[in-house]
């Protein structure tokens, strides 16, 4: 099956610094690729959709100055958070779907990145 | 609101059949979907099931869809205890764009 590979696992920063995730379609191409955010013994809260080539479409409520989403290729999105702070710890998904077609509509996850701010 | 529910917590004996029970919200849903996730890990695709069915049956894994109920329901036959994760049930959204909107997980824990 298709491979997402998010990077890094795990990355513990100082308040105020900012930190950026990786996420990778290692087999295929994306066009679309999706970034969650999931609080403990939570379900997934999706932050903003990432499109190829064009600018993320963020849900209510997420701010775009804090998370920024750049998709520069078919097989590379990166999640930045901005001068972070204790609150923004949490675990941080990505999930991508195959450029062609929707098909049955599954989503491919990368493993998590699990950000903790001191 | 679109609101995906589910049970927060399960709990079967090893060698027991578990039932994961989710409840949906968009009836034009296309498929609906089950993941897996263990922990610290992101989500895995278990099995999915198209909106004119009423069952698939996928080796250990069974689905049922209620759609008059907006019902979806996971069996895992003979639970392992490497069954033990949260499952989340996931619908697409077709409401504006398209999205998955996930349920709010439930967590099985499979006892030896």
């Known amino acids: 099956g298709a491979v997402v590979s998010q990077h890094p696992s795990w990355v513990i920063c100082k308040s105020g610094t900012s930190v950026k995730i990786e996420c990778r379609s290692l087999d295929f191409q994306a066009t679309t690729m999706f970034w969650y955010r999931q609080f403990p013994k939570q379900s997934l809260m999706l932050m903003a959709t990432?499109?190829?080539?064009?600018?993320?479409?963020?849900e209510q409520g997420v701010e775009k100055d804090k998370f920024l989403i750049n998709h520069a290729s078919l097989t590379l999105s990166t999640l930045t958070v901005t001068s972070a702070h204790p609150e923004d710890s949490s675990f941080y998904i990505c999930?991508?779907?195959?450029?062609?077609?929707?098909?049955?509509?599954?989503?491919?996850f990368g493993e998590g990145s699990r950000l903790t701010v001191l | 609101g679109e609101d995906v529910e589910q049970s927060l917590f399960l709990s079967v004996r090893e060698g027991d059949s578990s039932v994961i029970n989710c409840t949906y919200t968009d009836s034009s849903s296309t498929y609906l979907y089950w993941y897996k996730q263990e922990p610290g890990a992101g989500l895995q695709l278990l099995t999915y099931?198209?909106?004119?069915?009423d069952m698939k049956q996928d080796q250990r894994l069974t689905v049922l869809l209620n759609k008059k109920d907006k019902h979806l329901s996971l069996r895992i036959a003979d639970t392992q205890t490497g069954d033990s994760a949260i499952y989340f049930c996931?619908?697409?959204?077709?409401?504006?764009?398209?999205?998955?909107?996930f349920g709010t997980g439930t967590r099985l824990k499979v006892l030896a």
């Open positions: 099931i198209f909106s004119n069915m």
């Open positions: 990432s499109n190829e080539g064009s600018k993320a479409t963020y």
């Open positions: 999930s991508a779907k195959e450029r062609e077609g929707w098909n049955t509509g599954e989503l491919f």
């Open positions: 996931a619908e697409i959204s077709t409401s504006g764009t398209y999205k998955y909107i």
